[in-house]
């Protein structure tokens, strides 16, 4: 397969979890197909969680809101997640304006995902916290994540964050931090933006990518069954929401329908798994490098 990503930042990172070099490694699409998987089996378990961040712009709130919480001082009134500091991290991206960050919040606080803190030294505002449900979900999220690097590599990174849970509170927020700024992650190729930039369209994504018994096209296609009324029911959007998606990724040639008129017989273009593979990349990589820093590696 050939890659788009190029190395994200950071000249010192490991050679073999750069983008580049993840995209020449054998295992990558493998491996990918089962974060997917994983990915797509967390959403069926934590639904109601896994909407508000199957969108990618809910997912750069979600991580820059969660970077802010682990920096947070808890002596320091200053820090920690508002939504006043949450619209600085991401005006440096484009990725939300002042009123989406508010909603968003507030979203969030309407379903119990994040709560006031306890301290009150601030008058002028209190900082929010996760719940506990919050912080298992970003866990087990992060745990997900690595356990994809470890199947590229052979490495234990899930056994010793299981291990040492400061890792995790570590690495999330410069992993975070890291992908927020670099354009070729917050603004992504155009079939995987027609999906993530979409109610649910991330989720989506990855259910799609989960279906085939391997991502290597054969002749440009890889061919997935997909029933679009179960798909719909699944993440709870409309029908309407789920035919317009597959219309746009269609008319833009990235997906299609079986030319003998199958029922529910899709295929996807070699370029829409190239660029899932590429953007995945450049994220894996972000991952791998925060960890390697929380952990002292490098």
Avoid: C
């Avoid at 961040?53 to 320091?76: C, F, G, I, N, Q």
């Avoid at 040492?164 to 995987?192: C, H, N, S, Y």
């Amino acid at each position: 397969m050939q890659g788009t990503a190029s190395k994200s930042a950071g000249d010192d990172d490991s050679p073999g979890m750069t983008a580049d070099a993840l995209l020449r490694n054998p295992r990558f699409l493998h491996a990918l197909q089962e974060s997917a998987r994983t990915l797509t089996a967390v959403s069926e378990l934590l639904p109601r969680i896994a909407r508000l961040v199957s969108s990618h712009r809910k997912w750069m709130l979600t991580h820059a809101s969660y970077a802010l919480h682990l920096e947070r001082e808890p002596r320091d009134p200053e820090t920690g997640i508002t939504a006043a500091r949450l619209l600085k991290f991401m005006r440096e991206t484009g990725g939300a304006s002042r009123n989406t960050a508010t909603a968003f919040l507030a979203e969030l606080v309407a379903y119990k995902l994040l709560r006031p803190t306890t301290d009150r030294q601030s008058k002028r505002a209190r900082p929010l916290e996760p719940a506990a449900a919050s912080e298992d979900a970003m866990r087990l999220w992060f745990k997900t994540q690595m356990g994809t690097l470890d199947g590229i590599d052979g490495g234990e990174r899930v056994k010793r964050v299981e291990t040492d849970r400061g890792i995790f509170e570590r690495a999330q927020p410069l992993a975070a931090r890291r992908l927020l700024k670099d354009p070729k992650w917050t603004e992504p190729p155009r079939g995987v933006a027609i999906f993530v930039w979409a109610e649910s369209g991330g989720a989506i994504l990855d259910d799609l990518m989960s279906r085939p018994a391997s991502l290597t096209p054969v002749e440009g296609k890889v061919w997935i069954d997909v029933n679009l009324a179960k798909l719909a029911q699944r993440y709870m959007v409309s029908n309407t929401h789920i035919r317009r998606l597959f219309a746009r990724a269609e008319a833009a040639g990235f997906i299609g329908k079986s030319g003998d008129d199958t029922r529910n017989r899709y295929w996807m273009s070699t370029r829409l798994i190239e660029e899932y593979a590429s953007w995945q990349a450049i994220k894996l990589e972000a991952l791998a490098s925060a960890y390697d820093r929380a952990t002292g590696a490098r």
